[in-house]
């Protein structure tokens, strides 16, 4: 007997599983992360010195230690505490924290990008401070960085695989498991880098888009 | 009608207004000039509560604008300002650009507030550019915007803060035509500007700044024509 199977039609709805997974944790994070960094990019915006000092040493923490080590060090920290988490709540928890920690700096870039002249000027028509905030600030200076708001998220999309490393069943873990059964890597390895490169680029297209429209 | 009394104004050691002493009434244009540095701007600043004061006191229509007290969002709604830049909002059309505040300030309905935008808008010549973004407009199409914007809150009292400075030489004449404009509906306005020969065709009263202080004021003829202080001789002789 033959111990290991080859791929067959069997084998989409797990495929699909996995994808949906994917897709699923890595809009988790990117709305998660998003919202969350535009508010540390507001507060890093406004905010004096001694605070950015500690906001931003905490964001760099969280920028420059590989993403996988933190995703290891929280679930065997949670679950060693008596908090054992689901894979998908722990994944999506670092996940969003490490998106927020890269959206902060380009949402401050954002707010720091409309001039103190423009919000005079909103002022001096009468608006409130936060009417300047929510009619003016955001959304201009939100324009000015959505760019680097894409690759950010493109990144996130990429940097999902590695929620794999703590059991979740995302497409990269999909694909080891049918690895380890089918025997054939390089043809599923091609496939998942395929599947990546298929949702990001046209995401990216779309941006360049975008981008072009809102130049004016 | 503004009342400005004994106004002092300090940003850190630099003292920039050493109080100044002025009265607008209703339906005056008075005109401000002055070499740079000379603290005009900063008297706009703190008449619209932009600038804090140290001292003195500024009074529009009978309410003391640095009081605590005073509402300053509801006060900028009854002085329209417009700066050196045009800052135009460059996410909005035309249209939006100049409905915006009256619907977030004034709580209008987008239909009341547009219908008021686009009036003025056609006042200042502008009608055609509705849908437009201003990013694709003239420094002085954009300029225009920034004065109907600012009337489309419906203000008693305008300040035009160097509005031609930025503009092209070629751009100049149709802002200077709509402030013209402007003069001729009545409306009370406080120009800072450059323009002497503007200034002595449109305003009621000329105001000299030297250094934080109103050096000589009076009617254009006084002022720009036979100037007392040698001061104002010296600075229009080399402005004019």
């Not at chain 2, 600038?51 to 009854?78: A, C, F, M, P, Y």
């Not at chain 2, 009621?204 to 030297?210: E, I, L, P, R």
């Amino acid at each position: 007997m033959n111990l290991f199977t080859p791929l067959s039609w069997s084998d989409t709805g797990f495929i699909l599983t996995g994808i949906w997974n994917t897709v699923f944790i890595s809009v988790v994070a990117i709305v998660i992360g998003s919202i969350l960094g535009l508010l540390i990019g507001f507060v890093r915006a406004e905010s004096s010195k001694s605070l950015n000092i500690i906001l931003g040493g905490f964001l760099d923490i969280l920028r420059s230690v590989p993403l996988i080590i933190q995703l290891i060090l929280f679930s065997t920290f949670i679950g060693a505490m008596g908090y054992p988490l689901d894979p998908f709540v722990a994944g999506s928890i670092i996940l969003s924290l490490y998106t927020m920690a890269f959206m902060g700096e380009v949402f401050r870039s954002g707010f720091n990008s409309v001039p103190i002249a423009m919000i005079k000027a909103s002022r001096s028509l009468g608006m409130t401070y936060w009417q300047t905030v929510r009619y003016v600030r955001i959304p201009i200076g939100m324009r000015a960085v959505f760019p680097s708001w894409l690759g950010v998220a493109l990144s996130v999309i990429k940097d999902s695989a590695l929620v794999s490393v703590i059991g979740y069943m995302e497409l990269l873990r999909t694909a080891e498991q049918l690895i380890s059964r089918t025997q054939q890597p390089l043809m599923i390895l091609l496939g998942v880098g395929l599947f990546y490169f298929v949702i990001s680029y046209p995401l990216s297209r779309y941006g360049k888009h975008v981008e072009r429209k809102m130049e004016i | 009608m503004i009342e400005i009394k004994g106004v002092h104004k300090s940003f850190g050691d630099l003292q920039v207004l050493k109080g100044i002493d002025l009265e607008v009434n209703s339906g005056e244009v008075v005109s401000i000039i002055g070499a740079s540095g000379s603290g005009k701007s900063t008297l706009l600043y703190c008449i619209n509560a932009i600038e804090t004061i140290n001292s003195g006191k500024i009074i529009v229509d009978g309410v003391d604008v640095h009081n605590k007290k005073t509402d300053k969002n509801k006060l900028r709604q009854n002085l329209g300002m417009v700066f050196q830049q045009w800052n135009s909002f460059p996410h909005l059309t035309v249209l939006e650009n100049a409905a915006l505040a009256p619907r977030i300030v004034k709580g209008f309905t987008k239909k009341e507030a547009e219908e008021i935008a686009s009036k003025e808008l056609n006042h200042v010549g502008l009608g055609d550019k509705l849908g437009e973004y201003p990013t694709r407009m003239s420094g002085g199409q954009q300029q225009r915007l920034a004065i109907a914007r600012a009337l489309a809150m419906e203000p008693a009292y305008m300040l035009f803060d160097e509005v031609t400075s930025a503009l092209d030489p070629e751009l100049v004449g149709e802002v200077l035509d709509t402030l013209r404009l402007l003069r001729d509906d009545g409306m009370t306005m406080i120009c800072v500007t450059h323009e002497i020969s503007f200034a002595k065709e449109v305003s009621d009263k000329v105001a000299f700044f030297h250094e934080g202080q109103i050096e000589e004021m009076g009617s254009p003829d006084q002022v720009l024509d036979n100037p007392q202080r040698e001061r104002t001789q010296q600075f229009l002789s080399k402005v004019l």
